[in-house]
């Protein structure tokens, strides 16, 4: 149930972000999202008392983890976000399923079995067609739009893949130990958000975005509810299903969110998907469910 809770809490919230996301661009709103987040789960972790199940082992490997995975990745997924728009994206980051079998077989001398291979093959057939055949004639909704260059979104989107993977990766040893889950992504996120603040000359810079001069309270507001959403809630869950459950079924689990997000869109846009984004997006699920079976 959490690992299916997180899935729902991305898919919609990925669809919250996609004003700000779009007018602040992806370096500039991951950081402002995570001043929130950090604060959030801080004042949660402090509440509940969970801060003496961490050692100096699991801090550094959460740590690691938010700085791969809330910085590089989360940066790299919204700034193709702002480009390709959340369907696009969403398909796209289920990519971090054979990325993560790949990391882990170089890293950890994982064997990389046939019904991996299959998976993997399986999510790039699925992200491959979602992405070439997932528009159809007569959609006209901004979200459809690519701005700038495709491959350079993509290119972004697969990196916020990789930054997803090696944060699950490094993560996941912290879970040996008996960890509170609020705890544990409090100090991902503090982590995530010092390196934002650190890295933000070099990050938003880049981004090449017109940053308007005032943030009104509505945008402000869709950026705490996004947050709260989609990290206060849904990542915090991913870590509760880690503690409780096998990682390769909360992955399966957590992989269902670009199928979820579909009918989203459809309910937001008004536009029904193509063909193609729904078979893209159910041939993804399934390949991850090969990948960590």
């Not at 019904?115 to 159809?136: D, E, H, N, Q, Y």
């Not at 997803?164 to 503090?190: E, K, N, S």
């Not at 880690?242 to 957590?254: E, F, K, R, T």
């Amino acid at each position: 149930m959490a690992a299916l809770g997180a899935a729902f809490s991305w898919a919609i919230g990925g669809l919250i972000a996609a004003g700000p996301t779009a007018a602040l661009g992806g370096p500039r709103f991951t950081r402002l999202r995570m001043y929130w987040v950090a604060f959030a789960l801080v004042v949660v972790a402090t509440a509940i008392g969970g801060w003496d199940t961490l050692g100096s082992r699991e801090l550094i490997l959460l740590g690691a983890s938010g700085a791969v995975g809330l910085a590089l990745g989360d940066v790299a997924l919204f700034t193709a976000f702002s480009r390709l728009g959340p369907r696009r994206t969403g398909i796209l980051f289920a990519a971090n399923a054979p990325m993560a079998a790949i990391f882990s077989a170089a890293i950890f001398g994982e064997r990389f079995s046939a019904p991996a291979l299959f998976g993997s093959v399986l999510v790039m057939a699925g992200v491959t067609l979602a992405i070439a055949f997932g528009t159809r004639s007569g959609q006209t909704h901004h979200w459809e739009e690519i701005k700038g260059s495709l491959w350079v979104g993509i290119g972004f989107g697969l990196l916020g893949a990789a930054g997803q993977a090696g944060g699950v990766l490094l993560a996941d040893p912290a879970f040996d130990a008996d960890l509170d889950p609020w705890a544990a992504a409090a100090v991902r996120a503090v982590v995530g958000l010092l390196a934002l603040v650190a890295l933000r000359g070099y990050f938003e810079k880049r981004a090449r975005m017109p940053h308007p001069g005032r943030i009104g309270w509505k945008m402000w507001g869709i950026i705490l509810v996004s947050g709260t959403v989609a990290m206060v809630i849904g990542k915090t869950l991913v870590l509760i299903a880690l503690s409780d459950g096998d990682p390769g079924i909360v992955s399966v689990l957590v992989s269902v969110s670009p199928v979820i997000q579909l009918p989203l869109i459809w309910l937001f846009t008004r536009e029904r998907p193509a063909s193609g984004a729904w078979v893209g997006a159910v041939l993804a699920s399934v390949g991850t469910a090969f990948i960590v079976g």
